[in-house]
């Protein structure tokens, strides 16, 4: 199954609206549904990041932004833990490198 990430500021064209209104998207298919899930922007590039071989450790520094601090860090830390459940219950994490 092929999965997409798409953040829509990327494809849209239109900064002004997604400044108001930034979305991604995630697109598969579930046999022969195609299916999507609208997303936080973060979660889509989190999701890309992944594809692309990045472990855990990244997508926190990734959510984290340059130059965080303690707490920066902590709160990403949380929020790639959310992400990932999102992932786990949405049944888009299939299989796992140790």
Do not use: H
């Not at 902590?74 to 786990?88: D, E, F, N, V, Y």
Request: net charge negative; glycine share 10%; hydrophobic share 50%.
């Amino acid at each position: 199954t092929a999965l997409l990430a798409i953040e829509f500021a990327n494809i849209c064209g239109r900064a002004r609206f997604a400044q108001r209104f930034p979305q991604g998207c995630l697109v598969w298919r579930e046999g022969e549904r195609p299916t999507f899930l609208m997303v936080e922007p973060d979660n889509a590039r989190a999701f890309t990041a992944m594809q692309s071989g990045a472990c855990y450790g990244d997508l926190i520094e990734l959510i984290a932004g340059k130059d965080p601090d303690e707490a920066a860090i902590q709160s990403a830390a949380g929020r790639a833990g959310a992400i990932l459940g999102q992932w786990l219950s949405e049944g888009l994490v299939i299989a796992l490198d140790a």
